[in-house]
């Protein structure tokens, strides 16, 4: 939501673009570092107060950057705020505690529309905050939201994880068995993938957007929210069909209409149809094929071992942002002017791919452990 502020941040703590930068990347390495602290206590003391723990801190962060007066302090409430990616990391594992895997999975989809809405309109609430009011009010909204969410769960959330380990030592001879566990790593790496995919399209579409086809930020605002769309519309097929069918057979799906998509892209602009309509047509189908992916391979990933469910969930989420942060970086060193169309779309294929290598190496993994069943 305070992207479009980064410039007025940088400006008023007269610092330069690059340091105030570090409260997008800096950040999205905190949530990867507290994904993997929130999921094991999350197994050994519950969601609740855990969820409530780092809500509260949020708010207090979200102050903290309201209020702050330099740039360091600015940068160290913002890696604080960090601590509410406990609801990205622990919502699919109160889902997972209360249902079962395909009905997870199935309102998994569901949340995720939900989730597609925040990165589309984040933006223009946040342009038209900073505008209006300044950037300060970005956060004043935020730590409005946090205590918002803050009095929802304290009144209405529940304690989900009924079967807590007893101690820390119980809870550490449960994890060999989910780090050794083959299906654990291809329904995770299937969702790293996937969402990798994502992340190197966003990290050189906007070059190409600009380069090459000459668009306005308006015209690439449009344009990028189409794979976004595209997840929407995935994450509503997952809810209405995953109850009906296998993980691995929504996983493997997903897969394969992004990698269909953007074969297609690749094969049209090798025809000479150059076009942005094409580009962002291809990878729409990436959006797409992630909606249908990814709430089976969350579920997945949480079902191997279920008394560790909040750890496997918080691991797979780790796993997906650092690995989006790698491709991000491969993708700005890699693309160009003159080879951008296909890089970014060779990139993708090869994510999507991957995904779906990792989908298929899991239904087989399945298929062994119930003949040995």
Not at 8 to 26: E, M
Not at 304 to 329: D, K, M, N, Q, R
């Amino acid at each position: 939501m305070f992207l479009p502020s980064l410039t007025n941040i940088a400006t008023y703590f007269n610092a330069d673009y690059a340091l105030v930068s570090l409260s997008i990347s800096g950040y999205l390495g905190m949530t990867a570092v507290m994904q993997i602290i929130i999921g094991p206590l999350s197994d050994r003391f519950g969601r609740r107060p855990i969820i409530l723990t780092t809500l509260l801190v949020f708010v207090v962060a979200s102050i903290g950057c309201l209020l702050a007066t330099d740039i360091t302090t600015f940068l160290v409430f913002r890696m604080m705020q960090a601590a509410v990616i406990s609801g990205a990391a622990l919502s699919p594992a109160i889902v997972k505690d209360m249902f079962s895997a395909k009905e997870a999975a199935s309102l998994l989809g569901y949340i995720g529309m939900a989730m597609a809405v925040a990165p589309m309109v984040g933006p223009m609430i946040g342009g038209v905050l900073d505008e209006s009011f300044g950037w300060r009010t970005n956060f004043m909204v935020y730590a409005a939201i946090g205590l918002f969410m803050l009095l929802v769960c304290f009144f209405d959330l529940g304690e989900t994880h009924k079967e807590r380990s007893s101690d820390f030592k119980s809870q550490l001879l449960l994890y060999p068995s989910l780090l050794r566990s083959n299906r654990f790593w291809g329904y995770s790496l299937c969702r790293a993938f996937s969402v990798g995919a994502f992340y190197t399209f966003l990290a050189g579409a906007p070059l190409l957007a600009t380069t090459l086809f000459g668009m306005s930020t308006s015209e690439l605002g449009f344009y990028l929210g189409t794979i976004t769309a595209g997840f929407f519309l995935g994450s509503l097929l997952s809810g209405r069909f995953a109850k009906f069918f296998q993980l691995t057979t929504m996983m493997i799906a997903g897969a394969i209409v992004a990698c269909s998509g953007l074969m297609a892209g690749i094969i049209l602009f090798s025809l000479g149809y150059f076009h942005e309509v094409f580009l962002f047509g291809a990878t729409i189908f990436v959006g797409l094929g992630n909606g249908l992916t990814m709430p089976s391979s969350n579920v997945g990933a949480m079902s191997v071992t279920p008394e560790l469910a909040g750890s496997a969930a918080s691991l797979a989420g780790a796993l997906t942002v650092s690995g989006g942060g790698i491709l991000t970086f491969i993708t700005g060193v890699m693309i160009s002017e003159e080879n951008g169309i296909y890089t970014l779309l060779g990139m993708m294929l090869f994510c999507s791919v991957a995904g779906l290598i990792a989908a298929l190496a899991v239904r087989f993994w399945n298929n062994q452990e119930m003949k040995v069943a």
